[in-house]
């Protein structure tokens, strides 16, 4: 039985989340009270098959229900029941920006401003999040993208495999990568920004590609990045880390750290490991 809990912060996208994993097959409630998920757990298993995916949403919107959370999940641990948590975040604007768009009310601060009820919400979550089994930072995502992320996380080829790995490019000038494991600033190499024909255009085009890889240091770099991952990777599985995200970052997320994270992840991908590849900043102008 697969037993999926979302959560995370009020408007990083938990309601699209749950729908989607209606279309993947599980058998979806929002908003169940904590203290009932031992209980619905066990019905599930005693369905006799019927019922072999199951996601719930659990969040500050139980009120003091959410408090009993903890206890009910050592509750499914002492019953034997296996479960993951994926935790969904995003930066406070984004939230911010997403609440005035909706004209909702932030469930914790019915009279206060956003940010308060986002700060408030950050602090009781931040232990459960701590514990979550993945974290994806909706910040920058289309709900496309937020699908292909939740598909290759749930997918039955990633529990055999037991680790899913994230590429995920970024640019410093647009704020750093929230939650990433490791993470690799690529601002050493030559930056074809103040190149005018190649401004323009960005790491995912042969263009920039062979202008990078001209340099000796890019190659250097991509080798001895490559047996750093080699080394670590193992003992990642080995304790039990289901998800590594590995941040690659130059000033703007359009040039360098694109074309590097590319070739991380058409490493990764040839040694057999799955991998999702996201380019955070890629259409934001300017490095």
């Keep these: 039985m697969r037993f999926v809990i979302v959560t995370g912060l009020s408007g990083a996208g938990k309601t699209l989340a749950i ?33 072999e995916k199951i996601a719930i949403v659990i969040d500050v919107r139980g009120r003091g229900f959410f408090d009993e959370l903890f206890e009910s999940l050592d509750k ?20 911010i920006s997403r609440y005035k768009e909706s004209r909702r009310i932030h469930p914790l601060v019915k009279e206060g401003t956003i940010l308060q009820g986002i700060r408030e919400e950050r602090e009781k979550l931040k232990k459960l999040k701590d514990c979550a089994t993945h974290i994806i930072d909706t910040s920058n995502l289309h709900p ?13 080829d990633n529990i055999k495999e037991g680790l899913i790995i994230s590429i995920i490019s970024f640019g410093f000038k647009h704020g750093t990568l929230l939650d990433a494991d490791l993470l690799f600033d690529v601002r050493f190499l030559p930056n074809p920004f103040y190149i005018e024909e190649l401004k323009h255009h960005s790491g995912k085009e042969p263009v920039i590609k062979e202008y990078l890889f001209m340099f000796p240091e890019t190659q250097i770099f991509l080798a001895k990045l490559s047996d750093m991952l080699e080394f670590l990777i193992p003992y990642y599985i080995r304790e039990g880390k289901k998800q590594l995200v590995i941040g690659i970052g130059c000033t703007g997320g359009m040039h360098r750290s694109v074309t590097i ?27």
Excluded: W
């Design 261 to 287: 994270a590319d070739a991380v992840y058409a490493m990764l991908r040839k040694q057999g490991h799955h991998v999702i590849l996201e380019h955070r900043d890629i259409n934001l102008k300017d490095e």
């Design 19 to 51: 729908r989607y994993l209606e279309d993947m097959g599980f058998f979806c409630i929002d908003n169940l009270p904590p203290m009932l998920m031992p209980k619905f757990a066990e019905l599930c298993y005693q369905s006799q098959g019927k019922i």
């Design 144 to 156: 496309k993208q937020l699908r292909e992320v939740l598909e290759s996380l749930v997918s039955e």
């Design 76 to 95: 499914m641990r002492e019953a034997g029941f296996t479960y993951e948590i994926i935790f969904l975040d995003a930066d406070d604007k984004v939230l």
